[in-house]
């Protein structure tokens, strides 16, 4: 996949795969610092269906955002959580954004806090999913010994 270039630009395809390349591997390293298991999961679901949408994936969000200054890990989960809570139309996401608020410090009261905090702005029908979410999540860790709370 090429990404059009600006007119006039200088990059070449070359300086392109560099760039990607490193974006990738900032992107990999901080996805499994985040997520683990549960992002590389997702990650090898879009092989067979999109894979240059896992690249673009791995390299935007990981690669770029949470790999700026400015907010620690813990704190962009918590805004992830609870922006996934509030669109109440992505339980997957949410699921391994809750693993990865507790795989970056974040205690389960903590995520509560927030998904009670988005019934005021998003409904409680949001919260309650987010809430039935996290408990699944919760619940999971717990079953395999490794739960953060």
Not at 56 to 66: A, K, R, S
Not at 76 to 100: D, S
Not at 135 to 142: A, G, L, T, Y
Request: aromatic share 6%; hydrophobic share 40%.
């Amino acid at each position: 996949m090429r990404v059009a270039e600006a007119p006039g630009s200088m990059q070449n395809e070359e300086e392109s795969k560099i760039m990607k390349s490193e974006r990738f591997k900032i992107g990999w390293k901080k996805l499994a610092e985040i997520d683990g298991e549960q992002g590389k999961r997702v990650i090898e679901a879009l092989k067979d269906i999109a894979p240059d949408f896992a690249d673009i994936l791995i390299e935007f969000p990981f690669g770029d955002v949470y790999s700026r200054p400015g907010l620690d890990l813990k704190s962009r989960e918590i805004a992830t959580v609870a922006a996934l809570t509030a669109m109440g139309t992505a339980r997957p996401q949410l699921k391994v954004h809750v693993h990865g608020a507790l795989n970056v410090g974040c205690t389960q009261q903590e995520i509560i806090e927030v998904m009670i905090q988005m019934a005021v702005y998003a409904g409680f029908p949001a919260a309650l999913n987010g809430l039935f979410a996290a408990k699944e999540v919760f619940d999971e860790r717990e079953t395999k010994g490794s739960s953060c709370s």
